[in-house]
């Protein structure tokens, strides 16, 4: 199984810029690569997908509603992989608990469906104040 652990939530300020982590170790029950992804949820709130990446390679996938202000990448490490999320601009919509996910494989290519991922971590919280 891949087992997620977010980092680098945190209070931020409108405007600025967050940045989270999340060490992914671990396999899948199948394929050597799989779908990574950030989700997001507020409070009173449903899910929301951020950002999803391909642990074999290609572009990340970004939700709409928040593409012009977020870049997600990932990188191999000696445990599993590590993938990174960054927005800019802050807004106060924009607080919420950040969760990092994987699949199991096979889903490729990656989108922000929430039935595709399998592994969840325990979430980082982001409060932002004005």
């Known amino acids: 199984q891949v087992r997620p652990v977010e980092s680098g939530g945190g209070s931020m300020e409108a405007g600025g810029t967050l940045s989270v982590s999340c060490a992914a170790s671990?396999?899948?029950?199948?394929?050597?690569?799989?779908?990574l992804a950030w989700f997001r949820r507020a409070p009173g709130k449903d899910y929301e997908g951020v950002a999803a990446?391909?642990?074999?390679?290609?572009?990340?996938?970004?939700a709409e509603s928040v593409k012009v202000r977020v870049a997600a990448s990932q990188i191999a490490t000696e445990t599993g992989r590590t993938l990174y999320l960054q927005m800019i601009g802050l807004k106060s919509e924009d607080a919420a608990m950040y969760y990092c996910a994987a699949d199991d494989g096979g889903n490729y290519p990656c989108r922000l469906d929430i039935d595709d991922y399998k592994y969840w971590g325990q979430g980082t919280q982001v409060t932002i104040s004005p």
């Open positions: 671990g396999s899948t029950s199948g394929d050597a690569d799989y779908c």
């Open positions: 990446i391909y642990t074999g390679g290609g572009d990340p996938y970004y």
